[in-house]
């Protein structure tokens, strides 16, 4: 579970540096590391509202989590912007 904690600490540092705001969210594993209690769901709208407002945005998010909302997620909006 320690390199597994480190390398997702790592990611979120390189996103953390690459954009204006990081959201985080996930299953039972991310939460546990980042101590987050934000849905995949409203991680999503989290983001779509930051990026309205010409932010740049990174959603960390695992795989179980993205899974297990995968028909929430479908109907979620991201705009990129460049």
Known sequence: MHDVRSSI?????????????VV????????????????PENAINEAEVLSSM???????????????SLGSLSIAKIEARS
């Open 9 to 21: 600490l790592r990611i979120a540092d390189v996103l953390r540096n690459s954009f204006n705001d």
């Open 24 to 39: 985080i969210t996930g299953s039972y594993l991310m939460n546990r590391v980042f101590t987050v209690k934000i849905n």
């Open 54 to 68: 010409f932010r740049d945005v990174a959603v960390l998010i695992d795989d179980t989590g993205f899974l297990n």
